[in-house]
């Protein structure tokens, strides 16, 4: 399974034994949505061709904002 990243190549997947990790990033919450489901969709394809098994009940999400504050210099 060391090929996994060929299912998803413009998206970052990371592997530790049997864990696998997928990191996406976009700006916007829905266009997020639709690129999680396509790439957990394409991975389970992977998957289900090398006779492996995606665990819905086992797969967690995090969402993770940052954001920018402004910085304004005080001038005494």
């Known amino acids: 399974m060391n090929e ?36 957990l969709n394409k991975l389970n394809q992977r998957f289900v061709a090398n006779k492996l098994t995606l665990y819905l009940s086992k797969t967690c999400y995090r969402l993770m904002f940052f954001f920018r504050q402004k910085r304004t210099k005080i001038l005494n």
């Open 4 to 39: 996994i990243d060929k299912a998803i190549p413009e998206e970052k997947v990371k592997l530790f034994a049997d864990d696998t990790n997928l990191f996406l990033f976009d700006k916007d919450s829905k266009s997020l949505s639709l690129k999680a489901t396509e790439c």
